[in-house]
């Protein structure tokens, strides 16, 4: 058995900041010409994805990883430490709390690969670099030509290095990167048929509550892949939902709004109060046909809004509920986030 291989880093964490500030690709070079044309679609850089999910999965590391966002125009970035054991999962330590809430597999998971394909054309653009390792780069692109994503996957190992998103508008969503990493070695892989069976710890199947059901499908190509009741959340119901590149959890629960916690902005969607937190995740709250919805999301806004849009909303308030708003909202934010 090998012993455990280091990728050096070739950049500073100090430095980290000021590069991912000025919205430049930190640490990542072009990818070189493929040699051959490769139509949209590309069956062999859904493989190659596949492939590095199940070796995100399936291996032991321990790296330096850097998570940046941009949102309405604030560029927020934070340098974290993660641990991942194929047994006992992926620790993360350090930085902001949005980096949690960012995937610190560099967001590859096997689960989500079927709605990525289904919603952009997936091609490989040829051989990179990134953290001074060769890495075979993966685009995603939209219907109008757009690039969404790109992935850095490294030719050695096969784990995902370094991801970037973009929104509808052409702007940078989130950035993602490992600039240490230490590889221990090999663990058993989890066949697809035991991967679907799985469920969050403490939660129970779900796909409707009483007085409205949960579409299949939002707005931006988002698909529900997870429902459940969180462990100790009530009447609570959960939904996830992903196209690929960035999820949507949307909570619900008998009620109606009243006022909303300090941190909040109204906007209005279609006619109808929403309550914004910006931020990475952002949070949307709003009430419609007797349930109050909280939507957290490190999608797009405008995708966010769009999603609003297609669900139930309307201006009711109820000042009885306005206590427990703030208490339900910071057990809302520790389902998703584990740091909070």
């Not at 919205?23 to 139509?39: F, I, K, M, V, W």
């Not at 967001?107 to 990134?130: I, K, M, N």
């Amino acid at each position: 058995m090998n012993g455990p291989r280091r990728v050096r880093p070739v950049l500073l964490v100090l430095g980290v900041g000021a590069v991912l500030v000025c919205g430049l690709p930190a640490n990542a070079a072009p990818a070189e010409p493929a040699g051959r044309s490769r139509p949209a679609g590309d069956p062999e850089a859904l493989a190659l994805l596949a492939d590095a999910a199940r070796a995100a999965r399936s291996r032991s590391w321990t790296g330096t990883q850097y998570v940046a966002t941009w949102r309405a125009g604030v560029a927020s970035s934070a340098v974290v430490q993660v641990h991942h054991d194929p047994q006992t999962g992926t620790r993360v330590s350090g930085g902001l709390p949005f980096a949690a809430s960012s995937s610190p597999a560099v967001g590859l998971d096997e689960q989500l690969l079927d709605q990525l394909a289904d919603r952009y054309a997936l091609s490989v653009l040829g051989v990179g670099t990134c953290s001074g390792r060769r890495a075979q780069v993966v685009e995603a692109r939209r219907s109008d030509g757009q690039v969404a994503g790109r992935f850095w996957l490294d030719t050695d190992t096969g784990l995902p290095l370094r991801r970037e998103v973009w929104d509808p508008r052409g702007q940078r969503l989130r950035s993602s990167s490992y600039v240490d990493l230490v590889i221990d070695g090999h663990a058993a892989v989890l066949t697809p048929a035991e991967r679907s069976a799985e469920l969050p710890a403490g939660s129970e199947q779900a796909g409707s509550a009483p007085g409205w059901a949960a579409p299949a499908r939002l707005p931006g190509g988002y698909a529900m892949f997870d429902s459940g009741r969180p462990a100790g959340g009530g009447a609570v119901l959960h939904q996830a939902y992903s196209d690929g590149l960035s999820t949507v959890s949307l909570f619900s629960q008998p009620g109606s709004l009243g006022q909303v916690p300090a941190g909040y902005r109204r906007q209005e969607v279609a006619g109808a109060p929403v309550w914004v937190r910006p931020g990475t995740p952002e949070r949307l709250v709003w009430s419609g046909g007797g349930h109050v919805f909280t939507m957290i999301s490190d999608a797009g806004h405008d995708d966010l809004l769009a999603a609003v849009g297609s669900l139930p909303r309307d201006g009711g308030t109820d000042e009885g509920f306005l206590h427990r708003l703030g208490r339900g909202l910071a057990r809302v934010g520790s389902w998703i986030d584990p740091t909070s």
